[in-house]
């Protein structure tokens, strides 16, 4: 079954980076896009950016611009999501989530369990 | 960006009643080239990632009870479960996918037992 697992929470500085993984397992990794959602607490849902696993191009949100990179791993079917220049509204809850087969946006059938990262002095 | 509203901020409703939850698009999400909606639906339990109920405005996903249904086009959206159950406790959000601009949440609707 499809699964996507993110790796553990995050407690960082400000000013420090993050980088949060999500494992997929049970479908073939390349022919999907992987998005990267965050919900900080009492926000909305808010979209970072994506990555094709096929062949690494990349979209990012303007809100994230210049501190986000999403990279993957097709060797261990693995996406990456880092954000430089963390300050306190950056803490929340970390998303990868799937779309369709073949685009690149879309609505997300399967999401990772979500990776709490808290950005504290 | 597309900006999306819902409607109530929280709601509580009797077992077996109707709840009703409003979704407001800042710009048409239904596209002339395909004639959809690019509007989905999602329930979130405390703790846990959100889970796809509705996609296309009103296409249910696989496995979704038929008590939850949606409605609307262009920017007016209306997600509504009937017959509430106990397990139906939850926040629900709309999402717009445009395919050529950011994709988009609202802000969420808290739905609770009256």
Known sequence: ??????????????GASVKVSCKASG???TPYTMHWVRQAPGQRLEWMGWINAGNGNTSYSQNFQGRVTITRDTSTTTAYMELSRLRSEDTGVYYCARVRAGYSSGWYVYWGQGTLVTVSS | DIVMTQSPDSLAVSLGERATINCKSSQSVLYSSNNKNYLAWYQQKAGQPPKLIIYWASTREFGVPDRFSGSGSGTDFTLTISNLQAEDVAVYFCQQYSSTLPTTFGQGTKVEIK
Request: no cysteine; proline share 6%.
């Open chain 1, 1 to 14: 079954q499809v699964q996507l697992v993110q790796s553990g929470a995050e407690v960082k500085k400000p």
């Open chain 1, 27 to 29: 479908f073939t990794f």
